[in-house]
């Protein structure tokens, strides 16, 4: 049962304009939700996270949007570059689940020049 | 510098072998996971540790075995009950907040 889904398996975008990566989940009791990139044969890196309690994170040129309604956040990252191409997974915790992480599958990005 | 480390890089095991996979981390973190990542999908939770001397299952943990003697170390064996070894593992660690899990590069293991 996959509580956090990511539909996109892919998105191209050209370099300078903006990313758009869509994630929903099912769990209404998530309280804390990640995003990690990674490269190929290397960990994921985290990117950036938000609260429950939030509906907006920014880091540089990094935004997460969190719509609770809607269970469904997304990343926006302005502008992207050609470093940018890369698999980048959303993850969902929650205090009452001893903070294991549930995973999407992932968005892989490729950013064309 | 601080960081998780994990060896091998790459590891390579005949079908029926018990293979143990190291990860190490000297940032004093109490929590300790290991994930297993096949094509095409997320990363799925084996084990985890909140604290020495102590684990519990994920979702996938049989075929797989853990110990924690140490903070820093947390070891991963792959039995051979696990009837589809050949995955990438990650192993990742968290601190006082347990709310952000920081990953090691992972080890690709290959079961031939």
């Known amino acids: 049962d996959q509580q956090v889904k990511q539909n996109s398996p892919s998105l191209s975008v050209q370099e300078g304009r903006i990313s758009i990566l869509n994630c929903d989940y099912t769990n209404s009791m998530f309280d804390y939700f990640l995003w990690y990139k990674k490269y190929p044969a290397e960990g994921p890196t985290f990117l950036i996270s938000?609260?429950?309690?939030?509906d907006k994170n920014e880091d540089g040129r990094f935004t997460v949007f969190l719509n609770k309604s809607a269970k469904h956040l997304s990343l926006h990252i302005v502008p992207s570059q050609p470093g940018d191409s890369a698999v980048y997974f959303c993850a969902a915790t929650m205090i009452y689940n001893d903070y294991k992480l549930s995973f999407g599958a992932g968005t892989t990005v490729t950013v064309r020049a | 510098d601080g960081g998780i480390t994990q060896s091998p890089k790459y590891l390579f095991r005949k079908e029926g072998q018990n293979v143990t996979l190291s990860c190490e981390q000297n940032?004093?973190?109490?929590?300790m996971y290991w994930y297993r990542q096949d094509p095409g999908q997320g990363l799925r939770l084996i084990y985890y540790s909140q604290i020495v001397n102590d684990f519990q299952k994920g979702d996938i943990a049989e075929g797989y075995s853990v110990s924690r003697e140490k903070k820093e170390s947390f070891p991963l064996t792959v039995t051979s009950a696990q009837k589809n070894p050949t995955a990438f593992y990650l192993c990742a660690s968290a601190g006082l907040g347990r709310d952000t899990q920081y990953f090691g590069p992972g080890t690709r293991l290959t079961v031939l």
């Open positions: 940032l004093n973190h109490d929590a």
């Open positions: 938000i609260s429950s309690i939030k």
